[in-house]
């Protein structure tokens, strides 16, 4: 069934002024003229979602003067809320919009994340839940200290509070939802923790990926500091470490389900370390499986692609060479 998508763009960022006073948040830069929103419609694009609906309000007008009403191959509709009341509300008018019933994932318009939206998406589609929420481990907002009888023996910043899970802003239902009696206020704070009485509420999670919702200055300043050399792929990402005159270090990560573009190098000769996750590089001929700690070497003129099975992430050391890529089959709209 075909999958729309829905942004909540209508919040007013009131911790985000004086920038937001004449900026929506969603159109907030998290690199050079690469918005959160941009950010987000990419990730929809890549996942199959090619129709998106965004509940906007406050500054709408300058959502759609960017957007239009077709993005990079992704078709936009705009719902405008007149007055402001509450994220259920938004959803409602953007339910009402829609004229035949539809699978939909709907986000929140700040958050800024590497979530597999595609699998994501599969995942409620398959389970027998009419309701799917994307949850990420929770980061402690202050570092902690160890005890050890009477003794503090250590101190950690700020770390994963592995078993403690928040709300990631994500949602998949398998159908429009009818909200009954319930008309305005927040759907995190209404409708969720109704459902999830009446055991109707799944989740959906990835441990150890990028989530940040951008709600301060400070989160800001965090997402742009995680852009300064990352650039989003149809895949996952790439984010440059280490460029001398002599050798290159990359960061890749790319999502289960997805695959680099076919393709060789003239001049880089490269060697991969798979840090974790799992897949397989795909060569003319064969397949090379890899897993965690596994490294890969591929030299020059050797036609290849990466195959995630799972979400994988890789180092790889390689001569100098940025731009040395040609293309023999590329397997996503760019």
């Not at 936009?76 to 007055?83: A, K, L, N, Q, T």
Request: a negative charge; charged letters at 30%.
């Amino acid at each position: 069934m075909e999958t729309v998508g829905m942004i909540l763009c209508g919040g007013f960022g009131k911790r985000l002024r004086p920038v937001t006073e004449t900026v929506p948040k969603p159109l907030i830069e998290i690199n050079d003229d690469y918005t959160i929103l941009d950010k987000q419609l990419f990730d929809f694009k890549n996942a199959g979602v090619d129709e998106v609906y965004l509940l906007a309000g406050f500054l709408h007008e300058k959502i759609e003067e960017r957007y239009g009403d077709e993005y990079k191959g992704v078709k936009i509709h705009y719902v405008i809320e007149d007055e402001p009341l509450g994220t259920l509300n938004a959803i409602r008018l953007g339910m009402e919009a829609i004229d035949v019933d539809k699978q939909l994932i709907i986000r929140n318009g700040d958050i800024v994340s590497d979530v597999n939206i595609k699998a994501m998406i599969d995942y409620g589609a398959k389970s027998s839940l009419p309701v799917i929420m994307f949850i990420t481990q929770m980061q402690s907002p202050y570092g902690i200290v160890e005890i050890n009888g009477d003794r503090l023996v250590s101190f950690k910043e700020k770390p994963i509070l592995e078993d403690y899970y928040i709300n990631g802003g994500i949602y998949f239902t398998k159908s429009k939802i009818d909200f009954g009696e319930f008309k305005t206020g927040d759907i995190e704070k209404i409708y969720f923790p109704t459902i999830a009485k009446e055991n109707n509420l799944g989740y959906y999670k990835e441990n150890g990926i990028y989530w940040i919702a951008v709600d301060t200055y400070k989160e800001l300043e965090a997402v742009k500091k995680e852009y300064e050399n990352k650039t989003d792929k149809p895949w996952g990402y790439e984010k440059i470490l280490i460029l001398t005159e002599k050798y290159l270090t990359k960061e890749l990560y790319i999502k289960e389900g997805f695959k680099t573009s076919f393709h060789y190098h003239n001049e880089k000769d490269e060697t991969m370390y798979i840090l974790s996750g799992s897949g397989y590089i795909k060569f003319e001929d064969r397949k090379e499986y890899f897993s965690k700690n596994d490294s890969i070497r591929i030299q020059p003129g050797v036609v290849h692609s990466i195959v995630a099975t799972e979400n994988t992430l890789l180092h790889e050391v390689s001569t100098p060479y940025l731009d040395d890529t040609v293309y023999i089959e590329d397997y996503y709209v760019r």
